[in-house]
């Protein structure tokens, strides 16, 4: 009889020991028993730590790491970076404006070109007055693309065939044009038959598609698209809505470079300057001439706020292959990865818990931990001078980007500045709180949960409100 109080008193004790912590309650939950857990809460002024649970552990983060890749360019190209994108000509400009040579498109890495997120989309009209300022009407040459700043892998080597092709993972090269995307246009008839491709925008020369996609009863986009960086060819896998007139689906381009040459070219001619050559990507070995014109992107903070808010994996690549050309003279994801490391490595952060390949978190090979997530933000908070940008850029709990539905109509609405990260059996979050009057720097990173991302990020949001709740007491 004892020792059955004894026993039942000490389930009650340790019951209200994991009661009152929020860690303990988190990780035992039942959801969560058998999942990777890195988990670190520290006061943001004291330092001191609140929570944690396997803090040191590295595990995948999907697109948390996004807050690597951006804090580390606004650490080393600073907030007002631009990209640039030079034309330049080569030979001769007659007497009767006749341009015997080329014109060259030399890339910068610049994601925005005639994005439809930051920038400005109708640029090359900008170009072709650039062209008649120069005293230029007609061209005995070519339109040359340049994108050799960037090496030619194109896409990440350690992302996975099902996302390669897809407009979420699109290649990242010295030149990229219109967010690197095609759209698709079908037509889908009853279920169990194959849609036909009625037109794609923009149109691109050569470009083929393996048709096995279905139309189907559900009410979503479940299409595929597979291809290698430079090919023109791609397949389709996957579902679409039956019986729709029209079902629109977007995959990447695959050589961009190319593309804006050619639409520079076709601009030109609309505005009545003639182009003898057809344009291409093939660059004379050696070859250099005058620039006539710098397009400038917009400012590195407003493309790094596109890239948290948004989790735009393009943007995050771009930005991530350019960081390697702080050491290298060509752009490169190997280069990216040293200099990061360096970088992080020079400010005292355990770098040995960082296992970067890309810049966007989409590889499942990435692995950080919380300490490192923790430790980056707060020297972002409390030693960085570009403290507010990065601030500035990450989504807010209840109100915008990947987070407009984290939180809401809660008591941390508003009050949570975090990057989140979802891919297949990972949720992470990584940022900042603010509650009652106190400030909290946070990484909460779970793998392999055993229930559906909405179940886990139900338990993650428990987490936080009871941490803030804590501070009240």
């Known amino acids: 009889m004892k020792k059955s109080l004894f026993i039942f008193l000490a389930l009650i004790l340790v019951s209200q020991l994991f009661a009152g912590n929020p860690a303990d309650e988190f990780v035992n939950n039942k959801l969560l028993e058998n999942a990777n857990i890195s988990l670190l809460v520290k006061d943001l002024q004291t330092g001191q730590t609140l929570y944690q649970h396997h803090a040191q552990n590295s595990v995948t983060p999907a697109s948390t790491m996004k807050l690597v890749t951006t804090a580390t360019a606004l650490e080393l190209l600073g907030p007002e970076y ?29 994601p925005t070109l005639g994005s439809e997120k930051v920038g400005e989309g109708e640029f090359l009209n900008e ?50 044009y219109l967010d690197n995307t095609c759209r698709v246009v079908f037509r889908s008839g009853r279920a169990g038959t194959t849609p036909d491709i009625i037109r794609t925008s923009p149109e691109i020369p050569k470009l083929t598609f393996d048709n096995h996609l279905l139309s189907s009863g559900i009410a979503f986009d479940s299409c595929y698209f597979h291809g290698a960086p430079h090919s023109y060819i791609r397949s389709i896998w996957g579902e679409i809505p039956a019986n729709r007139s029209e079902f629109t689906v977007k995959v990447d381009i695959s050589n961009p470079g190319l593309l804006l040459a050619q639409d520079f070219t076709k601009s030109l001619f609309e505005h009545r300057i003639a182009v003898s050559g057809e344009a291409t990507d093939i660059v004379p070995e050696g070859k250099s001439g005058k620039v006539i014109f710098t397009q400038l992107s917009p400012t590195l903070s407003e493309i790094i706020k596109e890239t948290n808010v948004k989790s735009n994996n393009f943007f995050a ?145 428990d987490f936080l409100l009871k941490v803030a709740s804590k501070s009240n007491q």
């Open 317 to 461: 690549e771009q930005i991530f292959r350019q960081l390697s050309l702080q050491n290298f003279h060509v752009a490169s994801a190997e280069g990216a990865i040293k200099v990061i490391k360096s970088f992080w490595k020079s400010k005292g952060l355990p770098v040995d818990q960082l296992y970067q390949y890309d810049g966007c978190g989409l590889s499942p090979m990435d692995a950080v931990s919380a300490q490192f997530f923790v430790e980056l933000l707060t020297y972002m908070h409390t030693r960085s001078a570009n403290e507010a940008a990065f601030f500035k850029s990450l989504p807010v709990s209840g109100e915008s980007g990947t987070l407009a539905s984290f939180l809401r109509n809660t008591s941390l609405q508003g009050k949570v500045h975090a990057k989140s990260g979802t891919i297949t059996r990972v949720k992470s979050y990584a940022g900042y709180i603010n509650a009652n009057g106190r400030n909290y720097v946070f990484a909460l990173l779970v793998n392999n949960a055993d229930g559906s991302t909405r179940s886990v990020t139900s338990r993650m949001e």
């Open 82 to 110: 631009r990209f640039e994108t030079k034309l330049e000509i080569d030979g001769s400009i007659s007497r009767d404006s006749v341009l015997t040579g080329n014109i060259y498109i030399r890339g910068g890495g610049d």
């Open 127 to 176: 170009w072709v007055a650039a062209v008649r300022k120069a005293g230029i009407r007609r061209i005995k040459g070519q339109i040359i693309a340049d994108s050799g700043l960037y090496d030619d892998e194109g896409v990440n080597p350690f992302w996975t065939w099902e996302d390669i092709g897809n407009y979420y993972a699109p290649g990242v090269y010295g030149i990229s």
